[in-house]
């Protein structure tokens, strides 16, 4: 403590708090020297720099995007009056009354969310059963029919099973899945190659937008195809080509509108 | 009443949303945290000492709502995660420089998440250690210990050095 503060050891806070510029006086003198002299260190503290030069080239840019409409505060926050936060108290107490259904029903879950949630249960719903020898499906393609039918009943909407043998995909069949809020489907295709896809849906029941573009999302080992229509959830997964998969996606989806 | 706090809070959303973006990277679930630490901010108004400094304490409620969601995520099965996800249209950098940018990117999400907060606070919201030991409610030296470890863990991960392997929690020095 009483030593010369020009000559006193360098204390790893302080290559930090060189970089941080937080270092002033004759302790900023005695650190540079300090680094001049010792290759070691003066790479370490390089090397945090252009961290931190990383970190800002890479997140400053969302300072720029300008504060979305969500983030502004409602006009008239109901909580901010007692008389709101009376009513607000009061709600929750016939809910909590009602057993609390109202609330759980509520999805506070941003759309885009929502769809990552989907794209991620069916790529892992692709992930354990594609690579599945003996029993990939629950039901085999040569009993398409009673899939169909099956399926239709669980889902609790008319499903058919698209025939993509014109594309060179064969049916390997199907299987009766757990989705977030219900029963899902995964229908199989293998190509010549042996190489399969699986086609994800489910019921679409909220008030979302019914009908969505494609959406491609890529995992580390299968990309994964998703939009929405006809009252259904869709997730093609495949560790194929994005293009052939968009492609195989475009032919699903003109099937499945000629079904209906 | 509420006017020049309102303006504070409004002026510190983009900031928020870096750091929001830099700790969750799925954007979606960046901007869910910041809104909620809004949400809470306008309903704990009250709470809020005239003198205090806002950006602050929106911080501090960002951090705390930020430990509940990594709590939540630790129990969640591990088999994928969101963050595994790339978005269609996602910036796709082919040059060198954006190459080394992804590897900080990945590399971050391999650190501990306490060594995470505090290399982010202080290297790209620059705050003063003080700052950011009364934010994350730990010893100045804490401070330290953390910054150090992230830091020197980011620097092997990003050298290549070492494997991106565990991220488990790491002793510290009291």
């Known amino acids: ?260 | 009443m509420f006017g020049a706090s309102d303006k504070a809070i409004e002026e510190a959303i983009p900031r928020l949303r870096r750091y929001a973006r830099a700790l969750c990277r799925d954007a979606a679930e960046a901007d869910d945290l910041v809104q909620d630490t809004l949400e809470r901010a306008w309903s704990r108004m009250h709470l809020f000492r005239r003198e205090g400094n806002m950006r602050a304490w929106l911080f501090t409620i960002l951090h705390n709502l930020n430990a509940n969601r990594v709590r939540a995520i630790k129990t969640r099965p591990a088999l994928t995660t969101l963050a595994d996800w790339e978005a269609s249209g996602a910036i796709r950098p082919t040059q060198e420089e954006g190459v080394q940018l992804r590897g900080v990117a990945k590399a971050l999400e391999h650190l501990p998440e306490e060594q995470k907060t505090v290399l982010l606070l202080v290297g790209l919201e620059d705050m003063t250690y003080d700052q950011v030991a009364k934010i994350l409610d730990v010893p100045l030296g804490t401070v330290m210990s953390r910054l150090s470890r992230a830091r020197e863990r980011l620097r092997r991960l990003t050298s290549g050095a070492e494997a991106p392997a565990e991220t488990a929690r790491e002793g510290e020095r009291p």
């Open chain 1, 1 to 260: 403590m009483s030593q010369d503060p020009r000559t006193r050891p360098i204390a790893e806070d302080e290559l930090h708090a060189l970089i941080d510029r937080r270092l002033g006086g004759e302790r900023l003198a005695a650190v540079n020297d300090h680094l001049a002299a010792d290759a070691a260190d003066a790479a370490r503290v390089a090397a945090w720099k252009a961290q931190n030069a990383a970190l800002h080239a890479l997140y400053d840019p969302i300072l720029d995007e300008g504060v979305p409409a969500r983030f502004r505060r409602p006009a008239r926050p109901i909580a901010a009056t007692w008389l709101g936060r009376a009513a607000a108290a009061l709600l929750l107490l016939v809910l909590g009354g009602t057993g609390g259904y109202a609330l759980r029903g509520l999805d506070v879950r941003t759309e885009r969310t929502i769809v990552l949630q989907f794209a991620e249960r069916a790529a892992i719903a692709h992930a354990v059963y594609s690579p599945e020898v003996r029993h990939p499906v629950e039901v085999p393609g040569s009993e398409e029919a009673h899939l169909a039918q099956w399926l239709s009943r669980r889902l609790g909407t008319p499903v058919t099973v698209p025939d993509l043998q014109g594309v060179g995909f064969g049916l390997v069949g199907g299987r009766l899945l757990p989705d977030a809020k219900g029963p899902a489907a995964q229908y199989m295709y293998q190509d010549a190659a042996g190489r399969r896809v699986t086609l994800y849906l489910k019921a679409e029941t909220g008030k979302a937008k019914d009908q969505t573009e494609f959406e491609y999302l890529r995992q580390e080992r299968a990309g994964v195809l998703v939009w929405r229509d006809g009252g259904l959830g869709w997730a093609l997964a495949g560790d194929i080509d994005k293009a052939d998969l968009l492609r195989l996606g475009h032919v699903v989806y003109g099937l499945t509108q000629k079904g209906r």
